[in-house]
């Protein structure tokens, strides 16, 4: 069964406390809304009132031409990592439908593999993307604006 994985703790705890984000830039803290400001380590929404960081992330080891970056919401202090329960994350069930891509062990998008799906048919078209041999993980992305959500792994 895949599972759906948030940011590690290590790396969100480094922008917690003012490390850079992927472009060398200390994140920036705003206040949440409440809606729409998914924090990628809990995989929740921001609390409405709570300050959160807006930086730019790359989910990739090292720079290279597939290795995107792009803005991310976290919130600002510390919270719980995201642990896979069976189900999808409720804040990746707030939109109608999310991009999905396969990526291989070497980072590079696996093309064929990128398809908007509905948000209930995330982890069922992700279980069958990963049974592709040349796939080693599956990125979460908003379907509208392309922002990286979370990451998804073989079970």
């Known amino acids: 069964m ?14 917690q406390t003012g490390g850079p984000d992927a472009h060398g830039h200390v994140p920036e803290r705003k206040i949440s809304d409440g809606a729409g400001t998914p ?12 300050e959160m960081l807006v930086l730019a ?12 970056a792009g803005p991310i919401f976290l919130c600002a202090d510390p919270c719980e990592r995201h642990e896979d329960d069976g189900a999808v994350p409720p804040v990746l069930q707030s939109a109608p439908d999310y991009l999905l891509k396969g990526y291989s062990a070497e980072d590079r998008i696996v093309y064929g593999t990128g398809r908007i799906v509905a948000s209930e048919a995330m982890r069922d078209y992700a279980a069958e993307v ?4 040349d796939v080693a993980y599956v990125h979460v992305r908003s379907a509208r604006n392309n922002c990286y959500q979370a990451r998804i792994d073989r079970g």
């Open 2 to 15: 895949p599972r759906f994985q948030a940011l590690p703790t290590d790396v969100v705890r480094a922008l």
């Open 39 to 50: 924090c990628r380590h809990c995989l929740r929404d921001v609390p409405a009132g709570a």
């Open 57 to 68: 992330f790359r989910p990739f080891p090292k720079l290279q031409p597939y290795a995107e």
């Open 130 to 133: 990963l049974t592709r041999e």
